[in-house]
């Protein structure tokens, strides 16, 4: 008989809007529009408990379980290990023994501690989330768990925020679930240089499509409050040519007063080798990102008293892409050269050469 789920319980989120949003929000925004990676950052941005605790169930860990507690711990104190045995690293006993869990971050925070606890909180948490990382990896590879079953649970979390944002009111007029099909996958990775199943990140696909562009922003963060937890955008992986960061500070002008906080400068984006996808239209506008979205596996596990594994761990990780698109881009989106039609008849027409080279020639494309 399956263990029942013990997936934590999270409080009720209120919609933030654009105006009221400030240093914390632009940078989480920031980092999946640009999909960049929590690891360059300096501080983090918790100044209570109660943050924490929310973004603590948000990764599926409710602490004030001892089993939770416990995993927690064993991966602070992996880092810590980490820290001191590679780079003979001091780790003050503030941050490697906090009284709660929930310390490490305000540390990190800077709402408890001083600059010296900042500074070594930070990098403690970048480790952890590595390590966080490849336990969720391992533990997958370890379950007795199809694809199909990972990516139904995913679709049913997914669709429970949908519909949670429809109770809401959010400006959502379109929430669309999609996974490849086979030939899709086949031609996708033909068309990539690296042809690693590994790397389809769309292979579970959510689209959606706002009302209004001044209605992405608040959406897209209220999927972080929700749904999956900010720094766990995949690095390098966002298309962004809807949304720019320079355009979010131009339309809303009380984050100028932030600017001087940023991790990275105002102008860090233009400075970046965006390659983009090469079979969209010139005109084609969307952003399109990729997250692990963290999902609990009780119910492939023992129950945690009677869990003997020597690493206990229960949260795996999942990949999916969504796309969030404004209704009106949205209309654009599928007219001439941006449709869909053209962009696979572009696709299908790179595949065919590579597939041809030196062998046959081929066909004109219609």
């Not at 490849?180 to 990775?189: E, G, I, R």
């Not at 239209?281 to 596990?301: C, H, Q, T």
């Not at 949260?315 to 404004?326: A, K, N, R, T």
Request: hydrophobic letters at 40%; one cysteine or more; aromatic letters at 8%.
């Amino acid at each position: 008989m399956k263990a029942p789920s013990l997936t934590p319980v999270l409080p009720d989120t209120p919609v933030r809007t654009v105006a009221e949003m400030g240093l914390r929000e632009l940078e989480r925004i920031r980092l999946i529009l640009r999909g960049g990676s929590v690891i360059e950052w300096r501080r983090m941005h918790f100044q209570a408990r109660e943050e924490v605790d929310r973004f603590l169930r948000l990764c599926q860990l409710d602490v004030s379980r001892p089993f939770d507690e416990a995993w927690a711990r064993l991966v602070l104190a992996e880092a810590v290990a980490y820290l001191r045995k590679t780079f003979n690293y001091r780790v003050a006993d503030a941050v490697a023994k906090p009284g709660e869990i929930h310390d490490l971050f305000l540390l990190a925070s800077g709402a408890k501690g001083n600059a010296r606890h900042r500074r070594i909180a930070c990098v403690v948490l970048k480790v952890m989330h590595v390590i966080q990382h490849i336990e969720g990896r391992d533990l997958l590879f370890r379950l007795a768990i199809s694809e199909a079953e990972l990516a139904e649970l995913v679709m049913e979390k997914v669709l429970g925020v949908a519909r949670e944002m429809q109770e809401k009111g959010l400006p959502v007029v379109e929430f669309a679930h999609s996974i490849k099909t086979q030939d899709s996958l086949v031609t996708k990775l033909l068309a990539k240089k690296e042809t690693v199943a590994a790397q389809v990140y769309d292979r579970t696909r959510f689209r959606i499509v706002t009302r209004s562009r001044e209605d992405l922003l608040p959406v897209l963060y209220f999927l972080t409050q929700r749904l999956f937890p900010f720094h766990l955008v995949v690095p390098g992986q966002t298309e962004n040519t809807l949304v720019p960061f320079k355009g979010v500070l131009e339309e809303n002008p009380h984050f100028e007063q932030f600017i001087p906080n940023l991790h990275l400068d105002r102008n860090y984006e233009d400075r970046e080798d965006r390659g983009g996808n090469t079979f969209s239209g010139s005109s084609y506008r969307a952003l399109n990102f990729v997250v692990d979205i963290p999902v609990r596996m009780d119910a492939y596990l023992p129950p945690p008293e009677e869990d003997m594994r020597p690493r206990k761990g229960r949260v795996v990780i999942s990949l999916v892409e969504f796309q969030i698109v404004d209704e009106e881009t949205a209309k654009q989106n599928e007219l001439g050269e941006n449709s869909h039609e053209a962009y696979k008849r572009r696709q299908k027409k790179r595949v065919l050469k590579r597939l041809s080279q030196g062998l046959v020639v081929p066909k004109r494309q219609g």
